[in-house]
């Protein structure tokens, strides 16, 4: 046997053995994303509700996050490496989960026309201090066809206490043109007809609707269903998100060896698209609604994850070392 072939054995072997390496160390990230995929495309086509169809997509792009960002915790053994990255997905996650899962209306939903005769009518709020209020509105149609008539809207909510607040907003209909293939293009209806709020109940007792003003007025109606508000206080949100973003940062730093920083620059990236899901008072959620919570929500939080690294890395981290 030649020299030649002595030395090939070896060098084939360790080169099998980093391409194995390799294939299982992104065998998860892989698998999750693909189940990302196939839930992004299937929930398009209707195929899946789309709550459960952004659920798994979103899940499965934290789970990528979590197996890229716990994968050199190893030394601290499989169950706690499991766990830790269980509850970090688990904690990401919960937002997500209360926005696409609001559950059952508080009351039957309620149809009003501007200035109804039927006012005050009560909405079953007792005992929930933040309600979430979906708006649906009938928009009036066009005389001169195309797009329906835009309708400016303002409905007045009194409080057990006679505190009152008015939710102010306009529903409309406008013309988008949309790529179909490489070269063809269609002229597609872009509908506005639904509004999420997030409405204060400080009284506590049940809300009413005293007043609705619709404009125009003929032919535009809107209804009107509340559910319970699944989050904590604003205050109560930010002192949880910093305390788990300061959790993120000592594992991150402290217990994950020659750390790129994954986890702290991913998790404000993460609580950045939640963020613009929630305040972008859209009530029936969309593929298109999470991919640009993401490119918005998702940069936004980068910018801050890469700032907060370049902090821990050279304070935290180089301390360790």
């Known amino acids: ?40 495309v299937a929930t398009s086509f209707g195929l899946v509700a789309a709550p459960i169809g952004l659920a798994v997509m979103v899940l499965g792009l934290l789970a ?13 053994g499989t169950a706690a490496v499991v766990g830790m990255a269980l509850g970090w997905t688990a904690i990401c996650y919960a937002p997500f989960h209360a926005l696409f899962f609001p559950g059952n209306p508080l009351h039957e939903p309620i149809l009003l026309h501007s200035n109804d005769a039927s006012l005050p009518v009560a909405l079953a709020t007792a005992g929930r201090t933040t309600i979430d209020l979906m708006l649906e509105a009938q928009l009036p149609p066009n005389p001169s066809g195309g797009p329906a008539l835009p309708v400016q809207y303002a409905i007045t909510l009194e409080d057990a206490a006679s505190a009152r607040q008015v939710l102010t907003g306009r529903f409309d209909e406008t013309l988008k043109t949309q790529r179909l293939g490489r070269r063809g293009t269609a002229t597609v209806i872009q509908a506005h007809h639904e509004e999420h709020r997030v409405v204060a109940n400080a009284a506590g007792g049940d809300l009413k609707v005293t007043g609705v003003s619709l404009e125009p007025a003929a032919g535009a109606t809107v209804t009107v269903a509340a559910f319970a508000h699944r989050l904590p206080s ?31 620059v991913a998790t404000p990236a993460a609580l950045g698209v939640s963020l613009v899901l929630w305040t972008s008072n859209t009530v029936h959620l969309t593929v298109s609604s999470l991919i640009g919570a993401i490119i918005f929500g998702g940069a936004l939080g980068l910018g801050l994850g890469t700032l907060l690294w370049a902090i821990a890395r050279r304070t935290l981290v180089h301390d360790r070392r």
Do not use: C, H, N, Y
Request: aromatic share 4%; net charge positive; proline share 6%.
């Open 1 to 40: 046997m030649s020299p030649a072939r002595t030395k090939q054995r070896p060098t084939s072997g360790m080169a099998a053995a980093i391409a194995t390496s390799g294939v299982e160390s992104w065998a998860l990230p892989t698998a999750a994303g693909a189940i990302a995929l196939v839930a992004a």
């Open 234 to 264: 604003t205050p109560i949100l930010a002192v949880l998100a910093l305390a788990f973003l300061a959790a993120v940062v000592a594992v991150d730093t402290r217990l994950i060896a020659e750390t790129e920083g994954t986890l702290t």
């Open 64 to 76: 990528v996050i979590a197996e890229r960002g716990f994968a050199k915790a190893a030394p601290l």
